[in-house]
């Protein structure tokens, strides 16, 4: 059974804080995602790793960025959080092309208030 | 570039009645398309993906390419379908693009 965990479910902050959400999954996928998630708009994908210390940015990275120093674990950054920055935050994994078709396991996800 | 677009935030219908939530893509290649949910205080998942062909928890898609479509559908909607859906494309190998989502009630 796939696990995606992460690190917190909920998270307050301040404007400017540096902001750390850890996601950890535990079946040897090469790949890793990280979505917000905002009423009607959907999940929007933030940065994507398809190998350790391999990453490319999806459609909405400002703001943020990515650490993968290892498999199992993808970080996501907010260098000086705002309060556009508020949101559900979702982390994905899956196995790479070629051996799947492309089904993406998710985390519980972590809400984000920044006052 | 791709597009997923479901035109309804909210779909609301009685229970035993059939639903169908919409999906419309822009694509330029040979897309793969999906249906995932997110059913109350649970996590995210797959429900279905257009190349299986196969009917999950009574919901069926069909890819149709020439609409540039992929709608959701039940016969008969049941309470506990009430969740938030999203359609998705998969491009580039790897990456989904996410439609808006649709909130479906099934009221009893």
């Known amino acids: 059974d796939v696990k995606v965990t992460q690190s917190s479910r909920y998270l307050v902050k301040r404007t400017g804080e540096k902001v750390f959400l850890e996601c950890v999954q535990d079946?040897?996928?090469?790949?890793m995602f990280w979505y917000r998630q905002d009423p009607g708009l959907g999940l929007r994908l933030i940065y994507f790793?398809?190998?350790?210390?391999?990453?490319e940015k999806g459609d909405i990275p400002e703001g943020y960025s990515v650490s993968r120093e290892k498999k199992e674990r993808f970080s996501l950054i907010l260098e000086s959080a705002s309060t556009n920055q508020t949101s559900m935050y979702l982390c994905?994994?899956?196995?790479?092309?070629?051996?799947?078709?492309?089904?993406?396991?998710f985390g519980p996800g972590t809400r984000l208030t920044v006052t | 570039a791709q597009r997923v677009t479901q035109p309804e935030k909210l779909l609301s219908v009685f229970k035993g009645a059939p639903v169908e939530l919409k999906c419309n893509y822009s694509?330029?290649?040979?897309?793969?398309l999906f249906w995932y949910v997110q059913y109350s205080r649970q996590r995210l998942q797959l429900l279905l993906r257009?190349?299986s062909r196969e009917s999950i928890k009574g919901f069926t898609a069909d890819l149709n390419k020439g609409e540039t479509s992929f709608h959701l559908k039940k016969p008969f909607a049941q309470e506990e379908d009430s969740a938030m859906y999203y359609c998705?494309?998969?491009?580039?190998?790897?990456?989904?693009?996410f439609g808006g989502g649709t909130r479906l009630m099934v009221k009893p």
């Open positions: 994905a994994s899956s196995l790479k092309i070629g051996q799947s078709s492309y089904e993406q396991y």
């Open positions: 079946m040897d996928h090469e790949n």
């Open positions: 790793s398809y190998d350790v210390k391999m990453k």
């Open positions: 694509y330029s290649g040979s897309p793969e």
């Open positions: 257009h190349i």
């Open positions: 998705a494309l998969t491009h580039a190998g790897n990456m989904l693009t």
